[in-house]
């Protein structure tokens, strides 16, 4: 894909405060449930993580909404006590949403190449979501790709969305996670409606809130077809991609990689491509909308 290919979203101030609204409550009553797959040990970071995640989610569905694409997400829905699968289903295809977050100033975000931004799907253990890339949840897909989404954050504050909850909140939303756990996949464990109650007996109704609104962008996506351009990359990998393009793409320590001296790091081992490889989302549009 080439830098105009790039969708930057324009989303509404009103609009993102309703996302992010809906991404907290999820956050909150599925953490229990989720996977810890930065190894986040305290639970409130963990809690925000969730929420950033599902707010790329909110914004991507809002820009499939005012482009008129039509995606089905209700077909991709898991309860919260259930893992994902895929995201939506959309062109014969399920999609995943592989969103990651870059850090970088005003100047420097106006000034950035977004086809230089790494392609990222886990790959840190065997089972992880690289080796389910090409596994089919849904009969009538006929296959499946991976979307490759960014929020931008401000160096200044990269904490962008904050909740408040109490210590007895919290406590309860721990306890809640230790007696079931990620691993409960029975019956509905309890009603959604009993845990907000207990929730807000323990210190009101939740609340948070945005210090900025992080533009997002979709670059490109990936299918079958691209999944050889894919490599390791790890602080333990063989440095593949590492001097890809005039200067050295990423830069390895003892526990982290920074692709493009910081803009984004990740600690994990990643299938990797850099975005310039892979076709832009918005090419796939157009030619679904022609």
């Known amino acids: ?33 989720t996977y810890n797959r930065m190894e986040k040990e305290v639970i409130m970071t963990r809690i925000e993580n969730i929420a950033k995640g ?34 939506f289903l959309w062109y014969d295809g399920e999609w995943d949403i592989k969103n990651n977050f870059i850090t970088c100033s005003d100047s420097d975000f106006d000034t950035l190449d977004f086809t230089s931004l790494p392609a990222l799907i ?6 992880d979501q690289w080796s389910k890339r090409n596994d089919q949840y849904h ?7 991976y979307l ?16 408040f909850l109490t210590e007895d909140q919290l406590q309860f939303i721990a306890e809640t996670g230790t007696r079931l756990g990620p691993a409960y996949h029975g019956r509905m464990p309890f009603e959604e409606g009993w845990f907000f109650e207990q929730l807000n007996e323990r210190g009101g109704a939740f609340r948070f809130s945005l210090s900025y609104y992080p533009e997002f962008i979709i670059t490109a996506s990936a299918n079958a077809r691209y999944w050889s351009l894919f490599e390791n990359t790890s602080v333990h990998d063989e440095s593949v991609y590492q001097y890809y393009g005039s200067s050295p793409w990423y ?7 920074r692709f493009l001296n910081g803009i984004l790091v990740t600690r994990i081992r990643n299938k990797t491509c850099p975005v310039a490889l892979l076709p832009a989302f918005s090419m796939i549009v157009e030619k679904y909308k022609a």
Not at 122 to 127: E, Y
Not at 139 to 145: D, G, L, M
Not at 251 to 257: A, D, F, N
């Open 1 to 33: 894909m080439e830098r105009k290919e790039a969708i930057i979203v324009d989303v509404p101030s009103d609009v993102y405060q309703q996302i992010a609204a809906k991404a907290v409550r999820y956050a909150l009553i599925s953490v229990g449930f």
């Open 139 to 145: 009969k009538k897909s006929r296959f499946t790709a």
């Open 251 to 257: 830069h390895k320590s003892e526990t982290i990689l």
């Open 122 to 127: 886990p790959n840190k253990f065997d089972g």
């Open 54 to 87: 599902k707010i790329a989610e909110g914004l991507f569905s809002y820009y499939c909404e005012s482009v008129d694409i039509g995606p089905d997400f209700d077909a991709c829905t898991t309860p919260f006590w259930m893992p994902d699968q895929r995201d």
């Open 148 to 163: 490759f989404t960014f929020m931008r954050l401000k160096p200044e504050d990269k904490k962008f969305v904050k909740i």
